[in-house]
């Protein structure tokens, strides 16, 4: 496994994530581990009495965290989105999420996430259990497929390559790896950026919903809110339009109160909004020169200010 990869925004992360009002016995949460360069980032600028948990849904994150010999250093194989079964509200001073899959697992053909190598096509982040994509494949109905697709992936020819799955299914062949899903998604794909392989949509639109990514997502987000201090940071690292506009509507609409129009309230009982927006913040060019895939990498920052209501 390469624990070298460098996670994308590494530096800005961990700066935004720690840059709360100093606690006494501060606690973090990496709520995505992968091959753990954002935690081991936290721990070395962690003060002694401070503490960090890191989840994750994958095995092998699990396995790397494992390398990890720091009393104050937890890891939990679970989703981010379950947080909140293992920790009280109002304990967090701040969490950080870097949304979805890592080099490492792109780079795994065995893993089914790349249509670039052929491998099973398997797509899921804890391949201990659940349906993999090939499963899935094989009995999805045209009308789910359009969906999942048009929605996940923002492809335009969703319908295309929904009636080739089904058609290809009907005639008795198993989609079983990923260059068997690429080479028909390629069939039906005739106009596409010379740029961006015809696959790229659908794989990605396969891999959210197996994974339930955006469902995470946003039941992460809710629970986050509750699990943080006053004061305490939310940093979200997303890569493509669904997962940033999911944060993005989230912060700004956290980061104001609604007032009815015409009701009389003196400014001190105006209630505070649970959130203040910090930053926004895109890798700079020799980031992405060093590393082209965090092109897309949007970061977000906010701080809590005020109580969930």
């Known amino acids: 496994m390469n ?19 100093i606690q006494v016995n501060p606690l ?27 989840m994750d849904k994958d095995p092998q994150a699990i396995e790397e965290a494992g390398k990890i010999e720091d009393s104050r250093f937890r890891i939990v194989h679970d989703s981010f989105a379950s947080m909140g079964d293992y920790l009280e509200p109002s304990s967090l001073d701040g969490i950080l999420l870097d ?4 080099s490492p697992q792109i780079d795994q053909a065995e893993r089914g996430f790349s249509f670039r190598m052929d491998g099973p096509l398997d797509m899921r982040m804890n391949n201990k259990e659940g349906q993999s994509a090939q499963e899935w494949l094989a009995i999805a109905s045209e009308k789910e497929l359009h969906k999942v697709i048009k929605e996940y992936g923002e492809e335009r020819f969703a319908l295309s390559i929904a009636k ?38 659908t794989f990605q639109a396969i891999r959210i919903h197996i994974n339930q990514e955006l469902h995470d997502l946003e039941k992460g987000l809710e629970v986050a809110l509750k699990l943080l201090k006053t004061g305490g940071r939310l940093v979200v690292i997303s890569f493509h339009s669904l997962e940033d506009r999911i944060v993005k509507q989230f912060m700004q609409g956290h980061s104001r109160v609604e007032i009815p129009r015409g009701l009389p309230l003196k400014e001190s ?36 200010i005020g109580e969930v209501r």
């Open 3 to 21: 624990i070298s990869h460098r996670p994308v925004l590494l530096d800005e992360a961990v700066s935004a994530l720690l840059a709360g009002p």
């Open 28 to 54: 973090y949460l990496d709520g995505t581990f992968g091959r753990g360069g954002h935690s081991r980032k936290i721990l070395a600028n962690l003060p002694l009495e401070g503490r960090l948990i890191a």
């Open 99 to 102: 949304l979805g899959i890592s």
């Open 164 to 201: 080739a799955i089904v058609a290809s299914r009907e005639q008795g062949n198993v989609i079983g790896t990923t260059r068997q899903l690429a080479s028909l998604v390629a069939s039906v794909v005739r106009s596409r950026d010379s740029e961006q392989d015809p696959a790229t949509r």
């Open 269 to 304: 009982q105006i209630p505070k909004s649970p959130l203040r927006l910090i930053d926004r913040i895109k890798p700079s060019s020799s980031e992405i020169s060093a590393n082209p895939r965090s092109r897309s990498a949007v970061m977000r920052v906010a701080e809590k």
